[in-house]
């Protein structure tokens, strides 16, 4: 069925709808985080202070998102132990559904591809189970994701309209990421990099005298209130780096152990294990006290092989929500019950057809991603005014070269564990990842026959369905805990 502009927005509407019931469903049922917070907002809540940065894991962390379920928690009476838990999980999800409709608002309306590519774009977005558990978590990277995204958002109107309403609020998303977590300061360092540019080339549309005042006022703006309000003026003056997580020594009162030895970067950075991934589509947690039986029916060593590639991880938490096998209660059903015997193997085959079907767009995108570079270097050595080279197509390239390189500095400061190799740390710039996907998507329709377009269409159809059918059985799972904790407490 050809897709027209009708009906495509007829079916990201119930795409839309899927989305909101999913996330909202998996936060009513969830109690549990990869990260423990809570601690660091009880202690907001309950005692009306910051908690130092070696106090608790998670204390290095900017604390907008803690602050703001704190004061929550304030107003609210506390009818249960778990209800603190419950409203940090439902900021989060009304977080990924701000964003949810932000997705909607920027691929429907105004993304130049078709109608079809912009409804699978946004769908890829939407019923993403990984970021559907992250928006059902009380932790800060659903806030990060929000105020990233709404940084790219008003950054792609900025650089294209060059309107000061369109500034400002960029700037204020920007400031607001990058006092949610670390790792939304990508944002500040990518849109200097566009004003850079900009006042190198300078463009009709964005002369070089609108450059430099707003980059000025951007750069001032900034470092004028993020590194004071967040952590990273303190982290500076005790720690000598802006930039400190629960790993460094002095940060955290106690450390994480290493995950596996004798990884080199060579072997994390330049592997990609996807037959081991298909052979074992989960990660083993051992260090976090995991028995080895546990594991015993899925591989014969202590860690899966695909676990010290850093390109393999970054897949599988990409893609599949039962990967990480954490926290607990999120990991496959494991023991001797009904339940167990039949859900354990059902949701490795569905993580396995997941890891084959994104494949085909995971591939879109990285041509996409080397075709754009490939223009950006153009355009600079061409010089003049490229109509065909925008700003805001500097601004995705930027964006997401921060991120991989984001993630790239990290392995290197933590180079015995390729688990900091996490697709939490690079949603941020979801939006302009899934551009450089859409455009080239747009190009394969427009240039491949029949046959490939209906095979294409039906490869993206089945990864979605997998896609749900992945939070679906998380959101059962816990579900069942919840449903047995109940019936224990009334008996």
């Known amino acids: 069925m050809p897709i027209d502009a009708n009906n495509a927005r007829s079916l990201a509407r119930w795409v839309l709808a899927i989305g909101v019931v999913l996330r909202v469903a998996l936060a009513l049922v969830n109690s549990e985080a990869n990260d423990v917070h809570m601690n660091v907002i009880k202690v907001m809540a309950d005692e009306h202070r910051i908690p130092a940065p070696h106090e608790d894991r998670e204390a290095f962390q900017p604390k907008l998102y803690h602050g703001t379920v704190a004061a929550i928690l304030r107003i609210l009476p506390r009818h249960s132990a778990w209800f603190p838990i419950l409203i940090a999980q439902l900021l989060s999800c009304t977080a990924g559904l701000l964003t949810l ?35 059902a978590q009380a932790t800060n990277d659903s806030f990060v994701i929000l105020f990233g995204s709404l940084t790219f958002y008003f950054g792609w109107h900025f650089f294209r309209n060059s309107r000061t309403s369109d500034f400002c609020w960029m700037l204020i998303s920007a400031v607001l990421a990058g006092l949610s977590k670390g790792n939304g300061v990508v944002f500040f360092i990518a849109i200097l990099a566009v004003f850079a540019i900009s006042i190198f080339r300078s463009q009709h549309s964005f002369p070089r005298s609108a450059a430099v005042p707003y980059g000025l006022i ?50 994390a950075l330049f592997t990609f294990r996807f037959l081991d991934l298909l052979k074992n589509p989960y990660r083993a947690n051992r260090s976090h006290g995991d028995s080895s039986e546990r594991y015993a029916l899925f591989n014969r060593g202590p860690f899966p092989v695909h676990q010290s590639s850093a390109w393999s991880q970054l897949y599988g938490r990409a893609h599949f929500v039962h990967f990480d096998a954490w926290p607990p ?12 015997s039949w859900a354990r193997p059902f949701v490795f085959n569905v993580g396995r057809l997941i890891f084959l079907s994104a494949l085909f767009p995971t591939l879109l995108m990285l041509i996409g991603s080397l075709r754009s570079l490939v223009s950006a270097g153009q355009s600079l050595v061409i010089g003049g005014e490229s109509p065909e080279y925008r700003l805001n197509d500097w601004l995705v390239n930027f964006t997401t070269v921060g991120y991989v390189l984001f993630l790239i500095a990290l392995l290197l400061k933590h180079p015995e564990d390729v688990g900091w190799f996490k697709s939490i740390y690079i949603f941020p710039g979801f939006l302009a990842f899934l551009v450089l996907f859409a455009r080239e998507c747009d190009r394969f329709y427009v240039s491949q026959n029949k046959f490939l377009r209906l095979s294409a269409d039906t490869n993206v159809g089945f990864l979605l369905f997998l896609y749900v059918i992945d939070v679906t059985m998380l959101a059962g799972q816990l579900g069942i805990g919840v449903a047995s904790h109940l019936y224990d407490i009334r008996v």
């Open 101 to 135: 409709w932000l997705a909607y608002r920027f691929f429907l309306s105004e993304l130049e591809v078709s109608e079809k590519v912009r409804l699978i774009s946004f769908s890829m977005l939407a019923l993403n189970p990984v970021l559907i558990g992250i928006n």
């Open 218 to 267: 951007f750069l001032v703006g900034y470092l004028a209130l993020v590194p004071a309000l967040g952590p990273y003026w303190q982290f500076y003056r005790v720690y000598g780096s802006p930039f400190v997580t629960n790993a460094d020594p002095g940060a955290s009162p106690s450390l994480p152990e290493k995950k596996s030895k004798g990884t080199s970067i060579a072997d």
């Open 329 to 340: 209660s999120w990991a496959v059903p494991t023991g001797e019950g009904a339940f167990s």
